[in-house]
């Protein structure tokens, strides 16, 4: 997967969950100082908003985000960037702090998941070192890809199992600018 960063808007935290969901990098929360998002951008990570002046003042490391809804956020950016992640990175984020998962160690997933879902997925628990969140595949994953199906992400083609490989182009932000994602 190409290694991009994304920085969401305090306008679509929903998006920004959705990218997370599918590997991407993407920092989000409510409100930006004008130091932190500075910071962000130097980083090279590309600013998702839908403020169209502060679109304007990111020069090129801004796209400029239309629709009301999250699938029309998130189909228009995808055709937008070209964007194929490879479903070996799908669900390999927190989605709520954006850190990157870690197995978890068994038995200290036997002490916060269920019983039930600790033997069926004992070697699928995924936690999050940063706030401690444990993750694995059931219903609710399956719902989120059917959700993705559902969407019409082009590269949204099977559920992904473990080990798949993919690829990805590799887009730079030169290339894009402060044009509306449809």
Request: hydrophobic residues 30%; positive net charge; aromatic residues 8%.
């Amino acid at each position: 997967m190409e290694n991009r960063g994304f920085i969401a808007d305090s306008m679509l935290g929903r998006l920004a969950k959705w990218l997370r969901a599918l590997g991407y990098d993407t920092h989000y929360q409510p409100r930006y100082t004008p130091e932190d998002m500075n910071a962000l951008l130097r980083e090279g990570r590309l600013l998702l908003t839908r403020h169209r002046k502060r679109a304007e003042r990111s020069d090129r490391r801004a796209l400029l985000i239309h629709g009301n809804h999250v699938s029309e956020q998130l189909t228009g950016l995808a055709r937008e960037l070209d964007l194929e992640p490879p479903p070996s990175a799908w669900f390999s984020r927190c989605l709520l702090c954006n850190t990157l998962l870690r197995e978890a160690r068994k038995n200290a997933a036997s002490e916060k998941v269920p019983e039930y879902v600790f033997h069926q997925n004992v070697n699928n628990i995924r936690v999050c070192p940063s706030c401690g969140r444990h993750f694995w595949p059931g219903s609710h994953r399956s719902r989120m890809e059917d959700q993705l199906r559902k969407w019409g992400l082009p590269f949204i083609h099977e559920t992904p199992s473990e080990g798949t490989e993919g690829t990805a182009r590799s887009v730079t932000l030169e290339e894009h600018s402060t044009r509306p994602v449809p």
